[in-house]
Structures are given as C-alpha cells and as structure tokens.
C-alpha cells in the first residue's frame, strides 16, 4: 500500500516563504511525483513536477518563485515544494502526486496554503 503523508502548510503574508514536505512510503516504482493546487471554486491544477529523471516543470504562475526538488531515504521518498514570494493568488489547497507505472496515481490529503495581502 501506498501512503503520501503532506506537511508544511500554513498562512502567511503575501512576499513570504513556505515549503511543503511530502514523504511517499510504500511500495512503488515511481515515475513522477508532483504538487498540484484547488483554489475554491476553481479546478485543481498542477504546480510542479518533476521526474524520477529530475526533470522538472513548473506552472508559469509560479515559474521564478517555487522550486520543486526530491530525496530518498531507504524506502522512502520526499518530495518538496519551496514556495517563495507568495502572492494572495496562490492561496489552494496543495495536493501531492504520486504517478506510478501502470498509470497509477496517488494523492495526498491535502494542505492548505493562505496567503494574505
């Protein structure tokens, strides 16, 4: 079974910093891992992403000011979401991803991120 178990979440002002932790345990053999967002009554959309190559990719929303990065730790791996210069306009619910073979996908609770102007 796989679990994706987020952290780091929060409320901060606008100009500020977070960064959201992802630990994906379990057993998978990982394509991709990414963080997704849903701002309310909007559709969830992808933020980052990135390989199990490290490539990476980005929303241009967010291009400049949120880096995406990954770790393995023996049977688990990490994934991370720095987000710097925080607008009000990036205030969702941060979800993690997990893409799998096989077209598996996992996701993770959810965060919320609120930043305030």
């Known amino acids: 079974q796989v679990h994706l178990v987020e952290s780091g979440g929060g409320s901060v002002q606008a100009g500020g910093s977070l960064r959201l932790s992802c630990v994906v345990s379990?057993?998978?053999?990982?394509?991709?891992m990414g963080w997704y967002r849903q701002a309310p009554g909007k559709q969830r959309e992808l933020v980052a992403l990135?390989?199990?190559?490290?490539?990476?990719?980005?929303a241009d929303s967010v291009t400049g000011r949120f880096t995406i990065s990954s770790s393995r730790d023996n049977a688990k791996n990490t994934v991370y979401l720095q987000m710097n210069s925080l607008k009000p306009e990036d205030t969702a619910v941060y979800y993690c991803?997990?893409?799998?073979?096989?077209?598996?996908?996992?996701w993770g609770q959810g965060t919320q991120v609120t930043v305030s102007s």
């Open positions: 991803n997990v893409k799998g073979q096989f077209d598996l996908n996992y």
């Open positions: 379990g057993s998978i053999s990982i394509n991709a």
């Open positions: 990135i390989t199990s190559g490290g490539i990476t990719n980005y």
